[in-house]
């Protein structure tokens, strides 16, 4: 299968996991450039608490463990979206990288996802790069 690279620059976070892992599961290789510049859509500081208190929850040598980094981030977001605990969907999440920033090597393979409503941002929002800071990662985009 070929390769698909999506920049995730200004696109809403679930509607992105949920193109991405449908295509995963179906076999094909997935990078997403650019997360920390995903957004989540809703009041921002509802936002960070929510995603503080999903950090805080449980033991921390026990879990349940919840990513910092915007690549976790969005990671686990598609995780949801994908049965990952069988053997095609560990697969299938194997088959998505997400990067921060956009590496050399995909800066011309750029594709545009044709989802409907994708873009459609007419409300509060904030970006993961955003929500990763306050969760307390160190900021290295």
Request: charged share 30%; aromatic share 8%.
């Amino acid at each position: 299968m070929p390769m698909k690279v999506y920049d995730a620059t200004g696109k809403i976070l679930g509607r992105l996991a949920t193109v991405v892992a449908k295509q995963a599961i179906k076999g094909e290789q997935i990078h997403i450039v650019n997360c920390e510049k995903a957004i989540i859509v809703g009041d921002p500081e509802f936002t960070k608490k929510k995603y503080k208190q999903r950090i805080e929850r449980g033991d921390p040598h026990h879990g349940p463990f919840y990513p910092k980094t915007p690549t976790g981030i969005v990671k686990r977001a598609i995780r949801g979206m994908i049965d990952y605990k069988k053997p095609t969907g560990r697969a299938a999440l194997k088959r998505i990288k997400v990067w921060i920033g956009l590496p050399e090597e995909f800066k011309n393979k750029i594709q545009e996802l044709n989802t409907k409503g994708i873009n459609d941002i007419t409300s509060k929002y904030i970006t993961i790069g955003d929500l990763a800071i306050s969760l307390g990662a160190k900021k290295r985009w």
